[in-house]
């Protein structure tokens, strides 16, 4: 297996197709890209924007043009020398259209009779199938032979279709009830609390091969090179899943979407090349906010007990949102009830353990939560099916209560509410950086890094900005204060946070931020939801953005800000995309990009600004630092372009320091032949003078910046007078 030199994300979708794909194939050839890196490309719902609610995994999706496009794309890749990445999604597949699922389909139409019965994790012990759609109004019609609600159409079992429509519907293998009962009484595992994304059975070998067996085809053509897993955590089997996959394609790049807590190891079984990044994007984006701080952001935020607020958004979950899972866990476990599987999931210190490996974190678990009769019944059959799911629904209650509740309620520095953040700990240390990347390099080489996701919260440049916030903390302080007096929102945490995002993401229209905090709010469950509405507060959060996107004061405070932002976004680029592991560049983020959480990340990529900027820069032309984007793309197209040309450069890991007053804003490290220089805190360096005397201590020889073409001898004040970074390596390159 080779790993590429780095992959590139793209967003498939009916308006951006194979064939679109194919189209920026000699774009991404001369940015440097090593291979694509697409969402999911299996048949999915109907116009569905982001491929992860697969309903067919045995056709390429026809929306995008299906199996012909997908070869023609693959064969533009290999001819350009890039490799073809592509997400693969085993945990769960869309049931809501179900004519739009043939397996689903069927199970509805034949029950437990169906071919496709032991597909889906249904408990059957239970009944029927609960199908959670109904409204408060509405009556069920029987047409042909389908039963019939609103646009919802069902299958009838044959021989049933006789009477009126209730006693057709009487007569089914499922059961069509009031949408709000789902929470509670749904009888087959989900998609967190997703009704309409039903879990698929891939640890059994016959499920396996239905679901993957297409994928697994192209590996095996090599029309595809390696795959990125999502969601394994909702898996009954990770491991085994895992070593099945490894089996199934030994030679394919392969990565997993498993989220790390700061100190927790990718399960060492695994026979995988690495996780998909997000504890790399932790660990560089830490180092770019200033701890000191902490205490001002605190004070801000009302002193908030991140614990205790954590704590309270996973029993919210555990008792509103997951009910249905807690009682099928608490019925497996005759002695136990649904308060005690509660209380395990929410004192779980990590996603979840894979019993044996994470007994620490079980142990910890169990500890806190004092649900030692669980753990009696657990131990004594750990790979049965209570232990099966509980540790499949603790990774649920985790996701659902930390990072998509708690990290909208928590909103003391927003810049560290991310996939895979703790935002209790104020940013990080420059040696442990050096410590954790020199880890990746000894244990996971082939892993992704990223900085920005479809997934996170924000993107790498509003994270970047964001940062500074860190290092004007009494500033802002009082400009929330004063902002607030004129057009503050009245949820506390919500108004915080809509003011760093305002901050963050400037310039940014009015419908893009109302759609954010709508999101925003409701993720939050403070004050309204997704299904409990508060109309009165939700017209308060629409009006808001209004007042504010062109309040000149705000614009003010930005330019202040926007500096130093493109300092920290250049710095952290630079460090993901030659420190070790294989990196990811989203799509569009080689220019400024300051998008939010999706699905305002998923909005079209103007590539022909992008193809005009990189001929300009092909033609030796050195950017300004400017609102253009073109210093970034000189960055990510320099870095990728030698990790293609010299992959050799791009081995070992050992951490450098610069020497003198300043040297505590910079970041620097060698490879193998190379150095990257980046800077930490900008604001803090440009109030102490700048670099002065600061030195970096090169190894032997004449080192080039990559960047500039410039010799270097390691003074900082001319390294980098032009970039706050420099990439050197040995010689005339």
């Given at each position: 297996?080779?790993?590429?030199?780095?992959t590139?994300?793209?967003?498939?979708?009916?308006?951006?197709?194979f064939?679109?794909?194919?189209?920026?194939?000699?774009?991404?050839?001369?940015?440097?890209?090593?291979?694509?890196?697409?969402?999911?490309?299996?048949?999915?719902?109907?116009?569905?924007?982001?491929g992860?609610?697969?309903?067919?995994?045995?056709?390429?999706?026809?929306?995008?043009?299906?199996?012909?496009?997908?070869?023609?794309?693959?064969?533009?890749?290999?001819?350009?020398?890039?490799?073809?990445?592509?997400?693969?999604v085993?945990?769960?597949?869309?049931?809501?259209?179900?004519?739009?699922?043939?397996w689903?389909?069927?199970?509805?139409?034949?029950?437990?009779?169906?071919?496709?019965?032991?597909?889906?994790?249904?408990d059957?012990?239970?009944?029927?199938?609960?199908?959670?759609?109904?409204?408060?109004?509405g009556?069920?019609?029987?047409?042909?032979?389908?039963?019939?609600?609103?646009?919802?159409?069902?299958?009838i079992?044959?021989?049933?279709?006789?009477?009126?429509?209730?006693?057709?519907?009487?007569?089914?293998?499922?059961?069509l009830?009031?949408?709000?009962?789902?929470?509670?009484?749904?009888?087959?595992?989900?998609?967190?609390?997703?009704?309409?994304?039903?879990?698929?059975?891939?640890?059994?070998?016959?499920?396996?091969?239905?679901?993957?067996?297409?994928?697994?085809?192209?590996?095996?053509?090599?029309?595809?090179?390696?795959l990125?897993?999502?969601?394994p955590?909702?898996?009954?089997?990770?491991?085994?899943?895992?070593?099945?996959?490894?089996?199934?394609a030994?030679?394919a790049?392969?990565?997993?979407?498993?989220?790390?807590?700061?100190?927790?190891?990718?399960?060492?079984?695994?026979?995988?090349?690495?996780?998909?990044?997000?504890?790399?994007?932790?660990e560089?984006?830490?180092?770019?906010?200033?701890?000191?701080?902490?205490?001002?952001?605190?004070?801000?935020?009302?002193?908030?007990?991140?614990h205790?607020?954590?704590?309270?958004?996973?029993?919210?979950?555990?008792?509103?949102?997951?009910?249905?899972?807690?009682?099928?866990?608490?019925?497996?476990?005759?002695?136990?009830?649904?308060?005690?599987?509660?209380?395990?999931?929410?004192?779980?210190?990590?996603?979840?353990?894979?019993?044996?490996?994470?007994?620490?974190?079980?142990?910890?678990?169990?500890?806190?939560?004092?649900a030692?009769?669980?753990?009696?019944?657990?131990?004594?059959?750990?790979?049965?099916?209570?232990?099966?799911?509980?540790?499949?629904?603790?990774?649920?209650?985790?996701a659902?209560?930390?990072?998509?509740?708690?990290?909208?309620?928590?909103?003391?520095?927003?810049?560290?509410?991310?996939?895979?953040?703790?935002?209790?700990?104020?940013?990080?240390?420059?040696?442990?950086?050096?410590?954790?990347?020199?880890?990746?390099?000894?244990?996971?080489?082939?892993?992704?890094?990223?900085?920005?996701?479809?997934?996170?919260?924000?993107?790498?440049?509003?994270?970047?900005?964001?940062?500074?916030?860190?290092?004007?903390?009494?500033?802002?302080?009082?400009?929330?204060?004063?902002?607030?007096?004129?057009?503050?929102?009245?949820?506390?945490?919500?108004?915080?946070?809509?003011?760093?995002?305002?901050?963050?993401?400037?310039?940014?229209?009015?419908?893009?931020?109302?759609?954010?905090?709508?999101?925003?709010?409701?993720?939050?469950?403070?004050?309204?939801?997704?299904?409990?509405?508060?109309e009165?507060?939700?017209?308060?959060?629409?009006?808001?953005?209004?007042?504010?996107v062109?309040d000149?004061?705000?614009?003010?405070?930005?330019?202040?800000?926007?500096?130093?932002?493109?300092?920290?976004?250049?710095?952290?680029?630079?460090?993901?995309?030659?420190?070790?592991?294989?990196?990811?560049?989203?799509?569009?983020?080689?220019?400024?990009?300051?998008?939010?959480?999706?699905?305002?990340?998923?909005?079209?990529?103007?590539?022909?600004?992008?193809?005009?900027?990189?001929?300009?820069i092909?033609?030796?032309?050195?950017?300004?630092?400017?609102?253009?984007?073109?210093?970034k793309l000189?960055?990510?197209?320099?870095?990728?372009?030698?990790?293609?040309?010299?992959?050799?450069?791009?081995?070992?890991?050992?951490?450098?320091?610069?020497?003198?007053?300043?040297?505590?804003?910079?970041?620097?490290?060698?490879?193998?032949?190379?150095?990257?220089?980046?800077?930490?805190?900008?604001?803090?360096?440009?109030?102490?003078?700048?670099?002065?005397?600061?030195?970096?201590?090169?190894?032997?020889?004449?080192?080039?910046?990559v960047?500039?073409?410039?010799?270097?001898?390691?003074?900082?004040?001319?390294?980098?007078?032009?970039?706050?970074?420099?990439?050197?390596?040995?010689?005339?390159?």
């Amino acid at each position: 297996m080779t790993p590429p030199g780095s992959t590139y994300r793209v967003q498939l979708r009916p308006e951006f197709t194979f064939d679109d794909a194919a189209e920026q194939v000699d774009y991404l050839r001369r940015l440097g890209i090593g291979a694509l890196y697409t969402s999911p490309v299996l048949d999915a719902t109907p116009g569905s924007t982001h491929g992860y609610d697969v309903v067919d995994p045995t056709i390429a999706r026809p929306e995008l043009g299906g199996e012909p496009a997908r070869r023609l794309l693959a064969s533009a890749l290999a001819d350009a020398g890039l490799g073809f990445v592509v997400d693969i999604v085993p945990n769960h597949m869309s049931v809501e259209i179900p004519k739009a699922n043939p397996w689903w389909w069927d199970v509805l139409r034949f029950g437990q009779d169906s071919l496709y019965a032991k597909y889906f994790d249904i408990d059957w012990s239970r009944g029927r199938i609960l199908v959670p759609v109904l409204g408060d109004d509405g009556e069920l019609k029987v047409e042909g032979d389908e039963l019939v609600y609103y646009d919802h159409r069902f299958p009838i079992a044959p021989g049933t279709g006789e009477g009126s429509p209730d006693e057709v519907h009487a007569r089914q293998h499922y059961e069509l009830v009031h949408w709000r009962r789902g929470n509670a009484e749904l009888n087959y595992r989900r998609f967190f609390d997703i009704t309409t994304l039903a879990a698929v059975r891939v640890e059994l070998p016959e499920v396996f091969r239905a679901t993957h067996g297409e994928v697994l085809r192209w590996v095996a053509e090599g029309s595809v090179t390696g795959l990125r897993v999502d969601h394994p955590d909702g898996l009954a089997d990770p491991g085994g899943y895992m070593r099945a996959l490894r089996a199934a394609a030994p030679d394919a790049w392969l990565v997993v979407e498993k989220i790390l807590h700061p100190g927790e190891d990718l399960p060492q079984s695994w026979p995988v090349d690495g996780t998909t990044g997000y504890d790399a994007l932790r660990e560089i984006s830490g180092i770019f906010v200033d701890p000191a701080a902490e205490a001002v952001f605190t004070e801000l935020a009302g002193n908030p007990d991140y614990h205790a607020v954590e704590r309270e958004a996973r029993r919210l979950v555990t008792d509103s949102i997951l009910v249905a899972e807690m009682h099928r866990i608490a019925a497996l476990a005759e002695d136990s009830d649904p308060a005690e599987v509660a209380g395990l999931m929410i004192d779980f210190p990590v996603y979840r353990s894979y019993l044996p490996e994470g007994e620490t974190h079980w142990a910890t678990a169990v500890a806190r939560s004092g649900a030692d009769a669980l753990d009696r019944r657990v131990r004594a059959d750990p790979h049965g099916e209570l232990a099966t799911r509980i540790q499949q629904t603790s990774g649920m209650v985790v996701a659902k209560g930390t990072e998509d509740t708690t990290f909208y309620r928590y909103t003391r520095f927003a810049a560290l509410n991310e996939v895979g953040g703790s935002p209790q700990r104020f940013g990080s240390s420059v040696a442990e950086f050096h410590e954790l990347a020199a880890k990746r390099e000894a244990g996971y080489p082939a892993a992704m890094t990223t900085l920005t996701t479809h997934d996170t919260k924000r993107s790498e440049d509003v994270r970047a900005r964001m940062a500074v916030l860190s290092e004007v903390p009494g500033e802002f302080a009082e400009a929330v204060s004063r902002w607030s007096a004129r057009n503050g929102i009245s949820e506390p945490s919500l108004n915080l946070l809509a003011w760093q995002t305002l901050v963050g993401a400037w310039p940014i229209s009015a419908d893009r931020l109302r759609q954010y905090l709508d999101k925003a709010a409701k993720e939050a469950k403070i004050h309204t939801t997704w299904t409990d509405h508060d109309e009165a507060f939700e017209a308060e959060v629409a009006a808001w953005p209004d007042k504010v996107v062109d309040d000149p004061d705000v614009a003010a405070f930005v330019e202040r800000v926007k500096g130093p932002g493109w300092s920290n976004s250049l710095s952290q680029k630079l460090i993901q995309l030659t420190a070790p592991g294989v990196p990811d560049v989203y799509q569009g983020t080689e220019l400024w990009d300051l998008s939010l959480v999706d699905p305002d990340n998923r909005r079209p990529v103007d590539y022909g600004v992008r193809r005009a900027l990189l001929d300009r820069i092909a033609e030796g032309e050195l950017p300004d630092v400017d609102d253009s984007g073109a210093a970034k793309l000189l960055v990510v197209h320099k870095a990728l372009a030698l990790r293609r040309e010299r992959p050799d450069l791009f081995g070992g890991y050992r951490a450098l320091h610069a020497e003198g007053p300043a040297a505590e804003h910079a970041v620097s490290f060698a490879r193998n032949g190379l150095i990257t220089v980046a800077t930490r805190l900008p604001v803090g360096l440009a109030a102490a003078g700048g670099w002065r005397e600061t030195v970096l201590p090169l190894p032997a020889g004449e080192w080039n910046d990559v960047l500039t073409g410039d010799r270097t001898d390691g003074t900082l004040s001319t390294m980098l007078s032009r970039y706050p970074v420099a990439l050197l390596v040995r010689g005339d390159r």
